[in-house]
């Protein structure tokens, strides 16, 4: 109908006073855009291909199980060639056709449905599904080109129809929402599944289905695939909070109760919204429309905080529920261009565009005051779709620019010789061993898109509708004949009112008479942006009295400390990972006075903490250099208190690596000839580090590296490491001291061994190949992301901290007040510590999946100075919870 086919439509197009982009530039962007694809689709082929997934940085294919599980994150990967099929409708829009049909014929040979595994609904139906619809009306387009897939037979289609079948008892439920996985081969049902007993989904997982499923059957005749989908989405509309008119996050897919009632925009809910827009667009119907038109009005009055979007209580949408958001709700600029509603869209990208800058990437969190909450970042391509779509409804060569910074940054820090690397953590540049399917899916095409000229297209985009994953579904399938054979949840349509809905967009010549207008609307917010990241409190000290030690002098290894605590009544508990934890007990202790020394004495420790964290350094970088990496892998790594501070050296310090004899370097070195202007590389234990850091630096070393030796340890799995000094002045080390998690540090032994010399830099960030660095001002300190690590106890009158030996001055905190002597100084009760969930609190941030959630772990919430320890401790944990439950129910 016309009304579909406006709003799909950008009506009009918006000048800017910025100096156009030269048709030569853009031409040379967007055949950028094709050799970066190539290097990343080519690698998969010759590295990866059949498994589903390409690891860039070990350059093989993750199959599942055969690597070690990254838990619900795997459910995306079936072993039916995930990126092959994923990729497909993106070599065409590329004008790769040879490719498409080579890749159409490796698909219909090689891949198999049939797997006796257990993957997520959402993620096979929006990558594999789409996959093969998009590859399908790509096939279909070409064959009626006449020249390309004469040999075509509709295979995809058919492929895709058995691929709908094995989902369709997923959405045996009493509600109509589909269980979040199913096993391909058996289904639900049965011990052999090994699924079923799921009670909770999120609402994108049930609400992201409709376009795929609409499609499948209007290509098929088939109605059920479409009746099921409408089935989901109207349940989940007659559970919208009726007052607030917002939905949860996640949902009891039996009883329709909401298991979490925060709202918002990213994960867990985007694209339900997405896919009620869009449904309307590509089926014509209008209910879809007025759904969403009652859903975007709420949101704008409750979530929308221009230039922010922040998640509320569904029930109570004026009170918000975090303080952080996630990066998956880059994607609502672009939907609120195709809702035509601009003003909004220009803001929140602006705000977007000035974090990306800060951080090279969009963090996966970022706080209201754009601090790095989680600092991972798998490359999602949500920020470069709504860069397209704002180019196209404004025609602002701006957001070309802005297309440049995103290709700029890939290329500069996330290109490694075997394809792209998800950003382990921004701060640093240092890589993770993945690129995700959607990369291709979705990266390149709206990154093409943004600079292609219409004569560079094979084909009119504007007779299709992108799916959530980019997929191509073309407009004509509204007019395919459908019928529904399943009873419907559809609500009466006496319910809406719909006299005050928009059914076009309107002219944005209209609502920006003033071609500066699009500029103006972003001054304020880049000042914003560039104004936030205050500095932290400085110290202050305690306001107790001196106890006989004081905390900042103790050191683990002192006799004489140790036997001043023992008479305060407190012990010392050695921990497996080089720990060390401090329990009061002020019953032991040899007098009343000394109790209350103790207490005194922990008070502090607590502070000396607090105030640690709060002047924490951030993470610092290992960059191999030499032949074959030539920078392309970065280590996280560990800084220290003392030695040089790499923040402020523009070049950091290079040098080729040797192992230091003895490997402890807690004695004088021996091959002190070898290690004379290289960077030593030790092992943690048996001294202090300052004392292995003034050993290689008399036998002439210019750098460290201290690999620890507690096996296993990993930056992924536990929090980052920052070394101390050794209670006394440390002004004599002048050389730059690392640490290395054991993981990380046998990646760089493993180089040793292998290719014997090896050159790294030491420095505060990844440093660009041939590119100068960037001044230090243009970052922003991010907030204090190394959360203690703490383990409770809940006995009368004791009081536990927790240090590292090898460090006296850095100390790990349950964040609990201490109570004065005679009163109970217990901690809060049985409050797990992230290590106990399983799941430790930084530097690793969630991995979001695609549109529907979260997976790992949160870093350590904002500044907390202001706030008591019960409500940090509560905070935490619904953190925790939150991200628990989101990793549990979506990818």
Known sequence: MPAMLLLFALVGTLSSQGQAMPREEKNRLMNQVVEMFDHAYQNYMDHAYPADELMPLTCRGRVRGLEPSRGDVDDALGKFSLTLIDTLDTLVLLNKTTEFEAAVRKVLSDVRLDNDIVVSVFETNIRVLGGLLGGHSMAMMLKEGGQHMQWYQDELLHMAKDLGLRLLPAFNTSSGLPYPRVNLKHGIWGPETRTGS??????????????????????????????????????????????????????????????????????????YYEYLLKAYILLGDELFLQRFNIHYASIMKYISQPPLLLDVHIHKPLLPARTWMDSLLAFFPGLQVLKGDIRPAIETHEMLYQVTKKHNFLPEAFTTDFRVHWAQHPLRPEFAESTYFLYKATGDPYYLEAGRTILDNLNRFARVPCGFAAMKDVRTGSHEDRMDSFFLAEMFKYLFLLFAETEDLPFDVEDYVFTTEAHLLPLSLSTAPHSSSIPSNRTSEEELDDSNFDWTCPNTRLLFPDPAFPR????????????????????????????????????????????????????????????????????QAVSAVAAEDGVRFMQEMMELSSQQQKEQLPPRAIQIVSHPFFGRVVLTAGPAQFGTDLSKSSTGTRGFVTVAEPYSGCSE??????????????????????????????????????????????????????????????????????????????????????????????????????????????????????????????????????????????????????????????????VKPPEEEGRPVDPTPPTQDRDSGTKEEPEGDTDSSSQSVDELLADWQEDLEAFQQMEKDEL
């Open 520 to 587: 103006n609307l972003r001054e304020p917010i880049r000042s914003a942006v560039d104004k936030s990241c205050p500095r932290p409190a400085p110290y202050r000290e305690p306001g107790m009295g001196r106890p006989p030690l004081r905390a900042q002098d103790f050191m683990a290894n002192n006799p004489q400390h140790l036997e001043l605590l023992r008479r305060m009544g407190v012990s010392l508990i050695h921990l497996k990972d080089g720990r060390v934890q401090l329990v009061q007990h002020a019953t």
């Open 669 to 830: 070195i021996t091959n002190a000839e070898y290690l004379q202007g290289h960077i030593a590389l030790l092992q943690r234990g048996q001294c202090m580090f300052a004392e292995k850091a003034r050993h290689i630096q008399k036998a002439g070393a210019i750098g460290g590296i201290v690999v620890d030796d507690n096996e296993g340890s990993s930056s992924d799995t536990a929090p980052l490491f920052q070394m101390a000094g050794d209670g006394r002045s440390t002004d004599d080390i002048t050389l730059p001291l690392l640490f290395l998690f054991h993981k990380e540090g046998n990646i760089l032994l493993e180089a040793l061994k292998e290719y014997r010399e090896v050159e790294v830099l030491l420095s505060d960030k990844a440093r660009d190949r041939g590119v100068d660095v960037q001044e230090a001002e243009e970052d922003c300190i991010t907030e204090a992301t190394t959360p203690t690590s703490f383990d409770p106890v809940g006995q009368s009158e004791t009081t536990t901290v927790e240090l590292d030996e090898s460090a006296p001055e850095e100390v790990a905190l349950t964040q609990e007040e201490v109570s004065p002597v005679g009163e109970d100084a217990r901690f809060a009760d049985e």
């Open 198 to 271: 799921e009670t909770d989904t999120c609402t994108a997982c049930a609400g992201t289905i409709i376009l795929e499923f609409a499609a499948l059957s209007r290509f098929t005749g088939d109605p059920v695939f479409e009746a099921h989908a409408r089935r989901a989405m109207d349940f989940l509309w007659e559970k919208r909070q009726r007052n607030s008119n917002l939905v949860g996050t996640t949902i009891n897919i039996h009883s329709g109760e909401w298991v979490r009632r925060d709202s918002g925009v990213g994960a867990g809910i985007d694209s």
